[in-house]
């Protein structure tokens, strides 16, 4: 096979990797038969404490690799100098090393020797925040020292190994995130569902499996979250509609609430639904492109100030504005209501304006009235 399709080849699997961990020993695999090794390892190292943040092997005696992380990774006196060696430059275990070193080296004459893989190669290429990549690659000292084509082409390979290896530390960050995030959503007490773009749930917290539950509300139907009730669930699909059409996280897209009633004659409940800007959720599976906010009013009495801010991210201060001008006040009244001067009315009423994408007083009222339908005025 031509250099140039091997390399994309192996790139691809690179890539693979770094979406699914369990693709790394087939691509450490492919490097080692590419370069005529017999084993192959990719670490992540945190060079002022020597914690490795991430490491795959391919064609590695795990009991090998134990055995080394156990008794020699600590003590390992060569470690600072590989990390330190220029970047994306292939170089050989002899050039960090002495012989002198070698002969009196714990995992030199034990380690080496008893896993016949004396004849290492390495290369080390930066990856941010005290981070450092390194490839290694061992053969028998029976075996030929490497030559420049080797080196070359380990080289080559450098930047698709990052990369992969970049991609794959970013989203275990984001899987840590998640499992906290999930945990304190879990303590919440309002409902949270996440739904793709076809509005199918991918997550619900604990306080919206329990709205779910009773079925007298909201279900899930086709794997598809929507009102029980008819007349609601047609409203429902003309919200979810007019935020597809706005473009997900599109400047003044905000979202749209309504309440929804019971059919068990208890009090209903206050959903508010808007699209998800910038968020890790579609990298670690759940696929989210809107939030749904669900608060239970036979738990607790709905808030016109948290759907505000919810919808169209105001502040407090301009929540309680809003909520005046939606009630009918001038800003005369608003004013006075608010103990506050006529000039620091209109300051806000400008935020509003932007962040509602309206010009003039009399649509942003429109607007406030179809975002929370039905909704009281004062809360």
């Known amino acids: 096979m031509p250099q140039q399709d091997l390399y994309m080849k192996l ?51 795990p009991a090998a690799q134990r055995e080394y992380e156990e008794h020699y990774h600590a003590h390992d006196f060569r470690r600072p100098r590989y990390l330190a060696y220029a970047p994306l430059t292939a170089f050989t275990d002899r050039d960090i090393s002495t012989p002198e070193e070698r002969r009196h080296s714990p995992f030199h004459q034990e380690f080496l020797v008893r896993h016949d893989c004396g004849n290492v190669m390495l290369a080390n290429f930066p990856l941010g ?68 773009r076809g509005g199918h749930m991918t997550y619900a917290n604990a306080e919206a499996l329990r709205l779910l539950a009773p079925g007298d509300c909201l279900r899930v139907k086709q794997a598809r979250l929507t009102p029980v009730d008819p007349v609601a669930s047609g409203h429902y699909g003309g919200m979810m509609f ?48 809107y939030a749904l906010v669900a608060v239970d009013l036979a738990a607790r009495p709905a808030n016109l100030h948290t759907l505000l801010r919810t919808l169209y991210g105001f502040t407090d201060t301009e929540a309680r504005c809003a909520g005046l001008l939606r009630e009918g006040l001038s800003v005369d009244e608003i004013a006075a209501t608010l103990d506050v001067a006529r000039a620091t009315v209109r300051v806000h009423l400008q935020s509003l304006f932007r962040k509602t994408d309206t010009s003039r007083q009399g649509e942003l009222v429109a607007k406030l009235h179809r975002g929370i339908p039905g909704h009281p005025g004062r809360p």
């Open 129 to 196: 925040e005290s981070l450092t990549g390194v490839l290694a690659l061992g053969r028998s000292l029976s075996k030929a020292d490497y030559d420049d084509v080797a080196r070359r082409r380990l080289e080559a390979l450098l930047p698709a190994v990052r990369n992969a290896v970049r991609t794959r530390l970013e989203i275990d960050r984001l899987q840590v995130r998640a499992v906290a995030l999930e945990a304190f959503l879990d303590t919440c007490d309002f409902g949270v569902f996440l739904l793709d």
């Open 242 to 289: 007019a935020l597809q059409q706005t473009g997900l996280g599109a400047a003044g897209a905000g979202g749209v609430a309504m309440r929804l009633a019971r059919a068990n004659g208890l009090p209903g409940v206050d959903i508010c639904l808007r699209p998800l800007r910038q968020t890790g959720w579609a990298v670690y599976g759940h696929g989210a492109e």
């Open 11 to 61: 790139s691809d699997q690179f890539q693979d990797a770094a979406l699914d961990p369990r693709a790394w020993p087939d691509a450490l695999c492919a490097v080692a038969d590419h370069l005529g090794v017999d084993g192959c390892q990719c670490l992540a190292i945190e060079a002022s404490t020597g914690h490795v943040a991430f490491g795959a092997v391919g064609r590695v005696d």
